[in-house]
């Protein structure tokens, strides 16, 4: 039977560190001592990409990868890395569309939408809609949890915003 000494997970060093160099991933901790890693970019909701169980329970979410080490840990990081970011991934160059955008462009666009930025979870322009997701917010102005125990998730509201073919003078 494999103990956790005889399970040794490959990451590799340069890869790891230009991993935790990119700044993109934020190790956090939880109520029941364990330990998850999120990856800015990608960021859930606040459902990390693995979670390290501190022997009182996994993370329940399927889509969370549950390790029972700090290797094991990281290495969610570098794969996601090479799958979500890596160069092989499906990201191409179009001419004419920026590498990045300033951070305020950004900003101006949610908050034109009477959106607040910093409670935003995700925003998708679709074909007929825009659709976006912001953390729900209780009177006190905080954001609270959904459910119980492991379970629990920070409570969201989702939005969806339709697209007429009215003028945009014709709004009101
Ligand atoms: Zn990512």
């Given at each position: 039977?494999?103990?956790?000494?005889?399970?040794?997970?490959?990451v590799?060093?340069?890869?790891?560190?230009?991993?935790?160099l990119?700044?993109r991933?934020?190790?956090?901790?939880?109520?029941?001592?364990?330990?998850?890693?999120?990856?800015?970019?990608?960021?859930?909701?606040?459902?990390?990409?693995?979670?390290y169980?501190?022997?009182?329970g996994?993370y329940?979410d399927p889509?969370?990868v549950?390790?029972?080490?700090?290797?094991?840990?990281?290495?969610?990081?570098?794969?996601?890395e090479t799958?979500a970011?890596?160069p092989?991934?499906?990201s191409?160059?179009?001419?004419?569309?920026?590498?990045?955008?300033?951070r305020?462009r950004?900003?101006?666009?949610?908050?034109s939408?009477?959106?607040?930025?910093?409670?935003?979870?995700?925003?998708?322009?679709?074909g007929?809609?825009?659709e976006?997701v912001?953390?729900?917010?209780?009177?006190?102005?905080?954001?609270?949890?959904?459910?119980?125990?492991?379970?629990?998730?920070?409570?969201?509201h989702?939005?969806?915003?339709?697209?007429?073919?009215?003028?945009?003078?014709?709004?009101?």
């Amino acid at each position: 039977m494999a103990t956790t000494a005889d399970i040794t997970v490959h990451v590799q060093t340069d890869a790891l560190l230009s991993v935790l160099l990119t700044g993109r991933y934020r190790l956090i901790g939880d109520e029941n001592c364990g330990v998850g890693i999120e990856c800015l970019d990608c960021f859930d909701g606040g459902r990390p990409l693995g979670y390290y169980d501190s022997g009182l329970g996994p993370y329940s979410d399927p889509q969370v990868v549950n390790v029972d080490t700090i290797p094991a840990l990281l290495a969610v990081a570098t794969d996601h890395e090479t799958t979500a970011h890596g160069p092989e991934g499906d990201s191409v160059d179009i001419p004419g569309v920026p590498d990045s955008i300033p951070r305020g462009r950004v900003i101006e666009l949610v908050q034109s939408l009477g959106l607040d930025p910093r409670e935003l979870v995700s925003f998708e322009i679709k074909g007929r809609s825009i659709e976006a997701v912001v953390y729900a917010l209780n009177e006190q102005g905080g954001r609270y949890f959904e459910g119980d125990g492991p379970r629990a998730e920070i409570a969201k509201h989702r939005i969806s915003i339709p697209i007429t073919d009215a003028s945009p003078s014709e709004e009101s």
